[in-house]
């Protein structure tokens, strides 16, 4: 069973820079696709950024030359390098994972592909 871990929120101030961690655990399959979403109070769970195990990357509009998403296999890790934060990145944000057999043509930012998730880890953003 996979199991998620994020860490690396944190309060900063709008500009500022965060690194988010997630560390995956029971791995069992080849590849997988991995995600980050985000949930403010009142809003939907978004998603931010995907990659698959065959090297695809997708990001939303919102965070497009803000945000990178990578991989660490061998460390089974997944990062979200947050920079230039504004306010409205305030959030819970999540790690997802689901197992995949072929590549996306693009890696899917929506919540109900994803079959795994973490517990969150909360960013406050102030300006």
């Known amino acids: 069973q996979v199991q998620l871990a994020e860490s690396g929120g944190d309060s900063v101030q709008a500009g500022g820079s965060l690194r988010l961690s997630c560390v995956a655990s029971?791995?069992?399959?080849?590849?997988?696709?991995m995600g980050w979403f985000r949930e403010a109070p009142g809003k939907g769970r978004m998603g931010v950024a995907a990659?698959?195990?065959?090297?695809?990357?997708a990001y939303a509009d919102s965070v497009k030359g803000r945000f990178t998403v990578s991989t660490n296999f061998a460390e089974h890790t997944l990062y979200l390098q947050m920079n230039r934060l504004k306010d409205k990145d305030s959030a819970l944000y999540y790690c997802?994972?689901?197992?995949?057999?072929?590549?996306?043509?693009?890696?899917?930012?929506?919540?109900?592909?994803?079959?795994?998730w973490g517990h969150g880890t909360q960013v406050t953003v102030s300006s």
């Open positions: 990659i698959d195990g065959f090297g695809g990357i």
């Open positions: 029971g791995l069992s399959h080849s590849r997988y696709l």
């Open positions: 997802a994972a689901k197992a995949i057999e072929r590549p996306y043509i693009q890696p899917p930012l929506g919540a109900d592909v994803y079959d795994t």
